[in-house]
Nanobody, 126 residues
């Protein structure tokens, strides 16, 4: 059973930067695409970014393009999301997600993923 554990969230001022991480165990991390999602209070879960198994392809939501960078270290079985130029509207619980099967497809919908972490809170103060 795959386990995903996010870390690195916190409180940051608008315009600042933060990096969140997701440690993955229980599956061959390097064999599948991965994704980051977020959910703000009272809002639906939203796709943020996705990355292919070897990291050569990444996909971003328009709202974060140019500000966020997704990356992965397959040796450490860890997924990252580097966030810069943060805005108050980026405040949310950030989740990493893994698909049900080993696949290179970078999904952008919640139903493309089966395994989810518990989330890490990112709060951006204005």
């Amino acid at each position: 059973q795959a386990q995903l554990v996010e870390s690195g969230g916190g409180l940051v001022q608008a315009g600042g930067s933060l990096r969140v991480s997701c440690a993955v165990s229980g599956r061959t991390f390097s064999s599948s695409a991965m994704g980051w999602f977020r959910q703000a209070p009272g809002k639906e879960r939203q796709f943020v970014a996705g990355i292919s198994p070897n990291g050569d392809t990444s996909v971003y939501a328009d709202s974060v393009k140019g500000r966020f960078t997704i990356s992965r270290d397959n040796r450490k079985s860890t997924l990252y999301l580097q966030m810069s130029s943060l805005k108050p509207e980026d405040t949310a619980l950030y989740y990493c997600a893994a698909p049900p099967v080993y696949s290179a497809y970078v999904g952008t919908r919640g139903y493309d993923y089966t395994y989810w972490g518990q989330g890490t809170q990112v709060t951006v103060a204005s």
